[in-house]
């Protein structure tokens, strides 16, 4: 029996001619979807001049979509606030609120409908795939590639990859899109 996987431009195509590489990663950028694992969060907030401060800048302002869910706001709340208790974080608890309503604001809301435990080693980072899942194609951007290799259930339009993976991938997709039909 063969599997069908839905097509990026419609219809369905046989599962061993899709290839995350040629059909996700460069080509439809613009369809991909973004989820944030609570790390690049937390890192965007520890410095403004790292890879995740820019992508979380750039999920913001539109320019990647992101995706979220109920649960993983959740954690963000959870674990920023502990970081602003602990005076780990130089915003209070009002800025964080203010940043996780922005990000509520521009994030497609995902619907995680069943939970299939992908049995990844870190319990807490099977629900961050079954995000992913739920709104693929998408990409989990986080610093814990490692977390995320090899579950027991495998998606092949869910895609793991770090921040500075995905700023490289932007910035390739919009020199592309800068260059003239003929030259392509």
């Known amino acids: 029996m063969r599997t069908i996987l839905p097509h990026r431009w419609g219809g369905l195509q ?41 992508v979380l800048r750039m999920a913001l302002q539109g320019e990647i979509p992101c995706v979220c869910h109920y649960k993983l706001l959740s954690e963000y709340r959870d674990v920023l606030f502990r970081m602003v208790r602990r005076k780990a974080l130089v915003f209070s608890q009002a800025q964080v609120e203010s940043l996780l309503a922005a990000l509520v604001t521009i994030a497609e809301e995902v619907e995680v409908r069943y939970l299939w435990r992908p049995n990844l080693r870190d319990e807490a980072d099977n629900f961050v795939y079954e995000a992913a899942f739920a709104a693929s194609p998408a990409t989990i951007v986080t610093h814990n590639v490692r977390d995320f290799r090899k579950p027991e259930i495998q998606w092949p339009a869910v895609l793991v990859k770090t921040p500075q993976q995905i700023l490289t991938e932007v910035s390739r997709n919009a020199q592309t899109k800068k260059l003239p039909i003929k030259d392509r």
């Open 14 to 54: 046989p599962a061993e001619d899709f290839s995350p590489t040629d059909d996700i990663q460069s080509d439809i950028i613009g369809t991909m979807r973004y989820v944030l694992d609570t790390c690049v969060v937390v890192s965007a907030l520890l410095s403004r001049n790292g890879a995740s401060n820019q």
